[in-house]
């Protein structure tokens, strides 16, 4: 059982040295890596793992080909000002080759965290000689596995993998006491930027959490420009979140005339205080039908757009 | 190379004995049978037919199970309350036997066109003896045909079939030279009630035609239950169309705490003059939430729901 520290009670100095020197003790003279995946938790754990351990702390970023447009240079961005070195690796072949004629959203989920921890990041261990893997594993994240709700991909335990028996190596998991606000308080105190804090959530699985069907280069890339329209056009409404998913039926459009059987694009946006509940943000009519009308523009093949009319429960933030 | 008559150069005084007397010419002492859908066109139509034949026009209503809530009721009651009378025939089973296992649309399409010319109403000529059959096909079907947009089902042409070899009857058009405005203003002479007129636009398919994938009895109920939702809803709007369809995909909701793989409705309500162009409608927020209640508790299965927010081109007013 893990004891929680709240965000109120987290004294983010004596929470640092602690940990600083519990990551110091267990690696000792060796090495440790870690995957930057530029969410807050694994930005947090990065910049403690290498306050604790500076060069010997191997900081990867692995680019699945799920990204957002432009999000591997400003991840690496923000790090770069911050002097912590940051590797990109590019396993975008190897992801999309795992996918390949997955449609189910549960097998999909599966191959791109078997493709990860099995396949690209158990390589990048290997390669880098380290005995030590830092992970940002917080307390929601075991909550939420433990409720059924969805599987954490960074939760070891939920694959059957020993990693130490699996890859050589020990997993260390210094934010597990904390939940998100915890965590974030946390990184302002090791200077990571606001901007960084300002991203709204991502989910691991990346733009396949955002396709439903498979998810081919050409799909993520349809959905990656129309997330790029929708959170160019709803970041200044203080949402919760906000995405674009890519559906799979075909519905009936027209250009020039002649019938096009062409493609859908859903949007959501959020108004929630902690996820566990939400409501679709009250956005302006002349923005949506904006929205509609730069979304068909900006992604080749989709005819319709649509908005999220319903609340959580019984709907859910993400699609799949 | 059929000649218009607009809305305003039409004199219903005149156009009425006219096609009266052509349709009396016709079918001299024989007998005719005509479909009523209870759209615009095939009510007036039967009105028309009733007032040139009398008892020797024989009106069916199919019952195709693909109608809305309380819909064949409806109907039938216009007419009775016009001391026309209707025959309804009920043919659920024969159309749901005929899309079982179709998803294609114009596959969907074609089963339903087929079933009810060559299947149901064939059998309902036959056994009536008609010689003649009336259809309220108008100047709009054919360019829309022409056009390429949609395949209209009541122009036998586009189905190869010459009625009088393959069923042993003429067909007779007396609205051909008709558009909506015009067919409204001669119902409106022939004593249809506004109710009628009042209602929505409603596509040849029925409820099919908002249905993405099988069109199962379970499918149409469930689309069925939305569009009642939605038209209660939306009706004060002054919209020119609102409907409910049922999707295909699959999406992630949550109910008591566990994971359920759902449905999704998407709504769509237009405003349009004329259905060339059309744009969403702006439904105040209070109302799309309401809505999106509403339709996830009368539902089965329904986990989330969706307001249209492009616009007609490049989307089109139906989804299939």
Redesign the interface.
């Known amino acids: 059982m893990v004891k929680e520290i709240t965000a109120q009670a987290l004294d983010t100095e004596s929470f640092i040295n602690e940990k600083v020197a519990e990551i110091r003790s267990a690696v000792g003279k060796g090495t440790a890596i870690n995957a930057l995946s530029g969410g807050v938790d694994s930005s947090v754990v990065t910049m403690l793992g290498h306050r604790a351990l500076g060069d010997r702390l191997k900081t990867v970023l692995v680019e699945n080909g799920l990204m957002r447009a432009g999000e591997v240079e400003q991840v690496t961005g923000f790090f770069r000002a911050l002097d912590v070195p940051v590797q990109v690796a590019d396993a975008r072949n190897e992801f999309f080759a795992a996918l390949r004629g997955l449609t189910d959203?549960e097998t999909k989920r599966e191959a791109i965290t078997q493709t990860f921890y099995r396949q690209v990041f158990g390589r990048l261990v290997k390669e880098s000689g380290a005995q030590h893997l830092l992970q940002g594993t917080i307390l929601t994240d075991i909550d939420e596995t433990v409720?059924?709700?969805?599987r954490q991909h960074n939760v070891f335990e939920q694959l059957g993998i020993d990693p130490e028996e699996a890859f050589g190596y020990k997993i260390l998991e210094p934010l597990i006491q904390l939940r998100k606000e915890g965590v974030r308080k946390l990184g302002e105190a090791l200077g990571l930027p606001d901007e960084l804090f300002g991203r709204i959530p991502f989910p691991g699985p990346g733009l396949a959490a955002r396709v439903?069907?498979e998810v081919t280069p050409e799909r993520v890339e349809a959905v990656r420009r129309a997330t790029e329209v929708v959170e160019a056009k709803l970041s200044g409404f203080g949402a919760f979140q906000y995405l674009a998913i890519l559906?799979?039926?075909?519905?009936?459009?027209?250009?020039e005339?002649?019938?096009?059987?062409?493609q859908q694009i859903?949007?959501r946006c959020w108004d929630s205080v902690d996820a566990r509940t939400a409501?679709?943000t009250?956005v302006p009519?002349d923005l949506?039908?904006q929205?509609?009308?730069e979304?068909?523009a900006a992604v080749p093949g989709v005819?319709?757009?649509?908005?999220?009319?319903?609340?959580?429960?019984?709907?859910?933030i993400?699609?799949?």
């Open positions: 959203p409720a059924g709700i969805k439903i069907g559906h799979e039926d075909r519905v009936t459009g027209i250009r005339g002649r019938r096009e059987f062409g859903e949007v409501t679709p009250r009519f949506l039908e929205l509609g009308r979304i068909v005819v319709s757009v649509t908005y999220n009319i319903a609340c959580k429960p019984p709907s859910t993400e699609a799949i």
